[in-house]
């Protein structure tokens, strides 16, 4: 199916399997059990392309990350010190006396080391948002800063980019918490969620290769097409049920 007239992109449409909370955490655990590849390995790769994303899409002077105590948001704390590494004002949010991750408490004291301002109060004015509270395990309602900060980002006239999905969108149900985030752009890691599917609070979808081998998809079930592209991220359309990539599969 050409993609050209029904998109304004020229290419063919390769749809993409849209996974549940449990077979993304399924193609994690494939991934660090049987393929060797750490967790750490994937926030660092997520965050990098975060970065990138954020920079060659919205080319900010300022950014201020909301990043929570999971490992969604560790991925929010390396794209916060790519960012700075580039020259971008950063402050990053977040709870300083919350139990997190260890893999994210990691990546918090590295990027205080780098001497990137964090704080527990953000502040309007930035030329864009990093919604990095939540991922795919959300369970239940928002509650406490979480709600608060998510709350805060719909108040900002500033574009919002979220990682994985935004923040109050359950991956697997597509239900919205009162509270959730609406992104501008969202960042999603491996592949699409079921819950994003005709939900507009996604924005405009990019999928990111965090460097999961296609093996550790087949193995946890999922049959998802090899894409022919370069980089680490590719702009998703959607199409009816689902998302589909534009361009070609590997061969």
């Known amino acids: 199916m050409s993609a050209t007239g029904a998109t304004g992109l020229a290419g063919a449409l390769i749809e993409l399997p849209c996974v549940s909370a449990s077979q993304m955490r399924r193609v994690d655990e494939v991934a660090v059990r049987r393929y060797h590849v750490r967790v ?23 950014v201020v990350v909301l990043a929570g ?42 990027l205080v080391a780098s001497g990137v301002e964090v704080t527990d109060r953000p502040r309007s004015g930035s030329d864009v948002v990093v919604d ?70 996604v924005g405009e979808v990019h999928l990111v290769d965090v460097g999961v081998p296609r093996a550790a998809l087949a193995a946890a079930g999922l049959d998802a097409p090899q894409l022919a592209v370069r980089g680490a991220t590719v702009t998703l359309v959607a199409v009816p049920g689902g998302f589909a990539a534009v361009g070609e599969v590997a061969r």
């Open 40 to 62: 750490i390995q994937m926030m660092e790769n997520a965050g990098r392309a975060l970065a990138d994303l954020v920079s060659e899409r919205l080319s900010p002077r300022s």
């Open 69 to 110: 105590t999971g490992h969604n948001g560790g991925g929010g704390l390396v794209g916060a010190r790519h960012l700075a590494n580039r020259g971008v004002e950063v402050s990053v949010v977040t709870d300083p006396d919350a139990r997190r991750a260890p893999l994210t408490a990691h990546q918090l004291r590295a």
């Open 132 to 201: 990095a509270l939540v991922g795919y395990s959300l369970a239940g309602p928002l509650r406490g800063r979480t709600t608060d900060w998510s709350r805060w980002t719909r108040r900002q006239g500033a574009p919002v980019v979220s990682l994985d999905l935004p923040t109050g969108l359950d991956a697997t149900t597509g239900i919205l918490d009162p509270a959730a985030t609406h992104a501008d752009l969202t960042a999603t890691l491996v592949l699409p969620k079921r819950g994003m599917v005709d939900r507009p609070e």
